[in-house]
Nanobody, 127 residues
């Protein structure tokens, strides 16, 4: 499966952005989808994940209450709505697809659970 992320840009602190990640290739609904980010000089970190049907989500504590992950299987797309953005949210955001099932949502916070990665989209939050 190929993943294409988009929607990044420059936004002021307190603003909002919506990222999209569109998949092509094999059946999108067969995958758990996740978002990760890598800030300048830092390691890649988990942001959010959503189950195949969209009925369960999981967030890192740093974004809980501000970010919302959702998916539209008919459009082969996963979204990340980001509100109340902070300068600390500045990073390259990556979407990823996992074929692994029957594990806890917390387990999807580990990058090695994912089989496919998109190219990333840059989000810059100015103070």
């Amino acid at each position: 499966v190929q993943l294409q992320a988009s929607g990044g840009g420059l936004v002021q602190a307190g603003g909002s952005l919506r990222l999209s990640c569109t998949a092509s290739g094999r059946t999108f609904s067969s995958y758990v989808m996740g978002w990760f980010r890598r800030a300048p000089g830092k390691e890649r970190e988990f942001v959010a994940a959503i189950r195949k049907s969209g009925d369960s989500t999981y967030y890192d504590d740093s974004v809980k209450g501000r970010f919302t992950i959702s998916r539209d299987n008919a459009k082969n797309t996963v979204y990340l709505q980001m509100n109340s953005l902070e300068p600390e949210d500045t990073a390259v955001y990556y979407c990823a697809a996992s074929a692994q099932g029957y594990i806890s949502m917390r387990s999807y916070s580990a990058p090695h659970k994912y089989d496919y990665w998109g190219q990333g989209t840059l989000v810059t939050v100015s103070s």
